[in-house]
């Protein structure tokens, strides 16, 4: 049986125009930036300087907190200097720029591909590896790992979650990866389970993507603890929250409920993978796959890429009609965020850069809303898009509040279904970010 979420949902076409492309290792840049904020929480902070050399693996920044996350060198070279560079959320933010000399690596990382499927470390050295390592979650939400890996006094987990829907159209990079790095990525299950005690991962998988479903199924036929369950396809499929209900029937709660409050924890899959890096080949996130794809391009790809590459050279690399590209996003057509500039960096949480020719990439004209309830039937969280986008229009938050517009997940299914072709989440965003804000400030008093 094809399981599902039950509530919402739309379902964009697939456009996985780069899905039969093999993994191509970018050449190293001829500079990285490489930002100090690349994952949920609190910067890292640099522990380097100008003039500085570094080899590839090296720590550049060290975490500032527990939700935090450390940042190392991608390439080795000098450091340049450390100045406000534009980063993929449009704005300035702290960054180390670091011209390449060679490729040197640090001490004691295994840069072989033989498969290293013995487990040595303890749990608790698990968790410190993770943490060391630099690694956050590869899906986009870049949730420092070894956060979920210290599950809280009083918290229990029943399942791990490997979440290999990648439910976006045009994105292509678990898919890649599963099929070419499967028995890394069972290594990587297996790591994550001995850390959290847990005897069940369930790797879940859209149903678009048969030949990965049949290879891991191949992989796991004698492995009880692991199991394969195609889902239907879906959008949002590959949220936790929906992944969660479709694998388990169980509801995590709202803001600030955690997939652990329901005895879970997920993992983004190509998070497992880095994970099995960290843990059994000593290598920190330096590098990650990124598809380059969309109907601007020629030669959509899947590329293995340092952090701090900028999107100039995947671009480049890709073959992207420049005269055709009306709009570059960082990310999926759905949840992703436009770029304003090439020259931006690849960061732990980019997972594809789409470029759309300029006839997909125009809004469409709005009009009013004519209250028919298409937002409301697709929300996957049961809100009233319509009316949350009006109340954070006229600066209501106090009743968005109310409405629980902090449990929105930011799919964008309302505004990809409106046929006024009204800016939905671009209003919920807003409400939602200013409620949040009002509820931290509230905390402080």
């Known amino acids: 049986m094809i399981k599902t979420f039950p509530k919402g949902g739309v379902h964009p076409p697939d456009n996985k125009l780069s899905c039969d492309q093999k993994i191509v290792r970018l050449p190293v840049p001829e500079q990285a930036i490489v930002p100090l904020s690349q994952h949920i929480g609190a910067p890292a902070k640099a522990v380097v300087k100008p003039m500085d050399l570094v080899k590839v693996g090296d720590l550049l920044a060290q975490n500032n907190g527990f939700i935090s996350a450390n940042i190392h060198a991608p390439v080795s070279g000098k450091i340049m200097k450390i100045d406000d560079c534009i980063d993929v959320s449009g704005y300035k933010n702290k960054s180390i720029i670091i011209k390449t000399e060679g490729d040197s690596f640090a001490e004691g990382i295994d840069i072989s ?6 487990i040595r470390l303890t749990p608790q050295q698990i968790t410190e590896r993770v943490a060391s390592s630099g690694i956050v979650g590869l899906g986009g939400a870049t949730f420092p790992s070894h956060v979920k890996l210290s599950v809280p006094k009083g918290k229990t987990c029943d399942y791990l979650i490997i979440n290999a829907v990648e439910c976006e159209p045009y994105l292509t990079a678990d898919h890649r990866l599963m ?11 297996r790591i ?11 790797i879940g998988i859209e149903n678009n993507k048969k030949d990965a479903i049949t290879y891991l199924e191949t992989l796991t036929k004698n492995v009880p603890e692991i199991s394969v369950q195609a889902l239907k396809v879906q959008y949002p499929q590959g949220g936790e929250k929906q992944l969660i209900k479709a694998l388990l029937g169980r509801e995590v709660p709202a803001p600030p409920g955690l997939p652990i409050d329901v005895g879970c924890v997920v993992f983004n899959v190509g998070t497992v993978f880095a994970i099995y890096e960290a843990v059994q080949k000593n290598k920190p996130l330096i590098e990650r796959v990124v598809t380059v794809t969309g109907k601007a391009v020629k030669k959509p790809s899947n590329f293995l890429v340092r952090i701090g590459t900028s999107v100039q050279q995947l671009m480049q690399a890709a073959q992207a009609d420049m005269d055709q590209a009306g709009k570059i996003i960082s990310g999926g057509p759905m949840m992703g965020k436009a ?4 020259d931006i960096p690849v960061v732990k949480g980019t997972s594809g850069i789409l470029v759309l020719p300029w006839e997909d ?9 004519i209250r028919c309830g298409r937002c409301v039937t697709v929300c996957p969280l049961g809100l009233e898009p319509y009316l949350l986008s009006k109340l954070s229009q006229k600066a209501f ?7 629980d517009i902090i449990n929105c997940i ?5 505004s990809y279904t409106c046929p006024s072709g009204r800016p939905l989440l671009d209003f919920i965003r807003h409400g939602k970010t200013t409620v949040m804000n009002m509820i931290k400030q509230r905390g402080k008093k």
């Open 339 to 342: 770029l304003n500039s090439l």
């Open 361 to 369: 990439s125009k809004r469409a004209e709005v009009e009013n809303c």
């Open 192 to 202: 994550i389970l001995k850390a959290l005690d847990v005897s069940s991962a369930i």
């Open 179 to 189: 099929l070419e790095k499967g028995k890394e990525i069972l290594t990587g299950i």
């Open 113 to 118: 591909q033989d498969l290293n499927e013995e």
């Open 410 to 414: 930011e799919c964008g299914c309302c």
């Open 397 to 403: 938050f106090e009743r968005a509040e109310d409405e």
